[in-house]
């Protein structure tokens, strides 16, 4: 990003993040200001739903980060409304994390879920503690908020997630897992961003057009009466939410990608697609990198845009990162049947 020479450059820097600071409430007002030289981004503590958070803003989308849960549990435009579900239990001042909770919002869990007992659930249900609580939080070099949970006493496996925006207008999320002590254990690194199913027109999940499933796709569970997914161009699939049962597709696209849309918007969420093993395939066929479950049920109604890293080999010292880069576009229509929004949702996951 260009920046005026001198004093003007710093009096301009320190006016954009003083109006961006006064500005942040998550439960409030919002808006901040970009100047000539363009939007500046900012990190600031704040207050959402009685958690300590932390507010992101860059002047085109904000993001709120939960560490006590280890979420991001908001994310829009300046003047849009929150992409992401929240559950009535994030939304009480006297919320515990402690509880396990399906708090909603964008968490981490480690893939594959078979593992789970392996991996310290006992039972393999719920997910283990550390994953989702007592996260703490630093900013860091680069304008970057990182949180990291503790050491798991099971696997030895920790958790962290760098927070920042990009120069091109994504926020971009780091998640980083890394052994720390144990024996060698064998993961995925598992992205997962809730989003209200009411307010979601459609959904639409990158395909290959050589997959190993038939129409591109693969059932990961029954299917439900009132969803068919169906491919409307060679490398995407469309997805009309339903709330007649559960259900989850995953797919072995070249390209992880997946976008919500509603009301003539997009939600688009990429991450870089690595050669290797992925989870969730069926036996003596591909794994699926990109994966879309619905709760279907009216009374908790919320979708999972779903990335997966490759299954990667862990032992003491060892760490590796899955980059998830997430963005909002408006689209050249509302129709989400029409082909020349099905276009530029293509364009928008590659």
């Known amino acids: 990003m260009k920046k005026l020479p001198g004093w003007k450059s710093q009096i301009v820097s320190a006016f954009l993040l003083l109006v961006c600071v ?5 439960e ?12 500046f981004a900012a990190i600031q503590e704040t207050k959402y739903s009685g ?16 560490p006590a849960i280890g979420r991001v549990m908001s994310f829009k435009t300046e003047t849009g409304q929150n992409w992401l579900w929240n559950s009535p239990a994030a939304k009480g001042k006297n919320s515990d994390p402690s509880v396990w909770n ?35 939080s630093q900013v860091i070099s680069g304008g970057k908020l990182k949180i990291w949970g503790p050491v798991s006493p099971v696997s030895g496996l920790r958790l962290s997630r760098v927070f920042y925006h990009n120069d091109k207008g994504e926020f971009v999320i780091e998640q980083t897992l890394q052994q720390v002590a144990g024996k060698p254990v064998k993961a995925s690194i ?8 009411a307010k979601t027109d459609a959904v639409f999940v990158a395909r290959g057009e050589n997959s190993d499933y038939d129409s591109g796709f693969r059932w990961m569970n029954a299917k439900p009466n009132g969803v068919d997914p169906k491919g409307v161009a060679p490398t995407l699939i469309q997805v009309i939410p339903t709330t007649q049962g559960d259900y989850k597709i995953g797919t072995d ?13 997009a939600f688009v969420e990429r991450a870089s697609r690595p050669d290797g093993n992925y989870p969730d395939g069926t036996v003596g066929k591909n794994g699926t990198p990109v994966q879309l479950f619905g709760q279907g049920d009216p009374k908790v109604n919320y979708l999972e845009m779903e990335l997966l890293s490759p299954l990667l080999q862990f032992s003491p010292g060892v760490r590796w990162t899955h980059t998830v880069r997430w963005s909002l576009h408006e689209l050249p229509n509302k129709d989400v049947n029409d082909a020349k929004l099905h276009a530029a949702i293509d364009a928008l996951l590659n």
């Open 22 to 26: 006064v500005s942040a409430s998550a």
């Open 28 to 39: 409030g007002r919002e808006g901040w200001v970009c100047g000539p030289d363009g939007c």
């Open 51 to 66: 958690f300590d958070a932390w507010r992101l803003c860059d002047g085109k989308t904000e993001a709120i980060v939960v």
């Open 102 to 136: 399906n708090w909603g919002g964008d968490k981490n869990w480690i893939a594959p879920q078979g593992d789970w007992s392996k991996l310290g659930t006992g039972t393999g249900w719920p997910p283990p503690k550390e994953w989702e609580q007592s996260f703490q």
């Open 190 to 197: 598992w992205s997962i961003t809730q989003i209200d199913g």
């Open 253 to 265: 696209a070249p390209r992880a990608a997946i976008a919500a849309v509603h009301n003539g918007w």
